[in-house]
């Protein structure tokens, strides 16, 4: 949940009584005069609630004892490994190579996987810190396959969990890996190995970055 100016306005409010309030109780003299700079000081704190938000939320300095968020931003290439059994060929699937597009700001995060035949979003998510010292995302998606592949002999429309735990740097992890679930009753495994800056939203685009 992002603080909006609502949020800040009421707990600002709510504040600014019960300060007045124990002045008064403490015989200090106060006016209306004294309330005077509320809306200047609620559109300070909006302003740097949005720096927070967009901007100050990744900067080293804030890491760990202000923010404890992982900075995933960028395009990840992804090592997929299935355990789905190819129904033609009653085979486990090959390892596939994919791509995950992260956009993140404080309070969202938003991840994107795109492989050569479908693309998952994540519907849900929550960050946590694990003892190990990383970070452990997990997530509920939603995996949509091309519309021609959208039949019973192939896949259809499903939903998954996933657990996507950090490696590296806190801050900013050099590498991730993670295990899915889904409702189809299959499972797998990712290594991502690899993060361009840039954020893709297409697969072809993403494949020619990372051969370029």
Not at 19 to 39: E, K, N, Y
Not at 103 to 117: A, D, F, R
Not at 164 to 188: E, F, V
Request: hydrophobic letters at 40%; proline letters at 5%.
């Amino acid at each position: 949940m992002r603080l909006e100016r609502l949020h800040i306005t009421v707990c600002l409010g709510i504040s600014a009584i019960v300060w007045f309030g124990v002045l008064v109780a403490r015989g200090t003299p106060v006016s209306w005069d004294h309330a005077a700079p509320f809306s200047s000081v609620v559109g300070a704190l909006v302003s740097l609630g949005l720096l927070l938000e967009h901007y100050g939320w990744r900067h080293p300095l804030l890491h760990g004892w202000f923010v404890k968020r992982p900075d995933l931003r960028g395009t990840w290439r992804v090592e997929l490994q299935s355990s789905y059994i190819d129904p033609g060929t009653n085979e486990r699937a090959p390892m596939i190579v994919c791509y995950m597009g992260v956009k993140q700001t404080l309070s969202t995060l938003e991840m994107h996987l795109m492989t050569p035949e479908s693309e998952s979003w994540f519907v849900a998510d929550r960050v946590t810190t694990s003892a190990g010292g990383s970070y452990r995302v997990v997530g509920v998606y939603t995996n949509e396959p091309n519309v021609h592949l959208r039949n019973e002999c192939t896949s259809e429309i499903h939903q998954g969990a996933i657990i996507i735990d950090t490696h590296g740097p806190m801050r900013r992890p050099s590498t991730l890996t993670a295990k899915y679930w889904t409702d189809r009753k299959t499972t797998g495994t990712m290594d991502f190995t690899a993060r361009a800056s840039t954020v893709f939203t297409r697969f072809s685009e993403a494949h020619e970055k990372f051969h370029a």
